[in-house]
Nanobody
């Protein structure tokens, strides 16, 4: 069992920056990937970024590549999403997820944190 708690959301002006953190507890050593997803009102949950916990390989959605950076601190069981050059279309609830396998669905989710970018 893995528990995930997101923090760092808030209101920011377009062009600004925000840093989200995901604190994991439980059997995190079995997780293969941890990632960030977001869901805007009336839309489906979309992939944002992910990181392999063992190799450190990162993956980004085209919409955020060059602006967002995902990183991890294995000792602290924490994954961070640094968001720069924020746009109004980045407004969404951001969720942290953990996936146990190299391939497959994400197995655990946090409750989400709201990010609002004003124009």
């Amino acid at each position: 069992q893995v528990q995930l708690v997101e923090s760092g959301g808030g209101l920011v002006q377009a062009g600004g920056s925000l840093r989200l953190s995901c604190a994991a507890s439980g059997s995190t050593f079995n997780s293969y990937f941890m990632g960030w997803f977001r869901q805007a009102p009336g839309k489906e949950r979309d992939f944002v970024a992910a990181i392999a916990l063992r190799g450190g390989t990162t993956y980004y959605a085209d919409s955020v590549k060059g602006r967002f950076t995902i990183s991890k601190d294995n000792a602290k069981n924490t994954v961070t999403l640094q968001m720069n050059s924020l746009k109004p279309e980045d407004t969404a609830v951001y969720y942290c997820g953990a996936r146990l396998g190299r391939i497959g669905p994400y197995d655990y989710w946090g409750q989400g944190t709201q990010v609002t970018v004003s124009s």
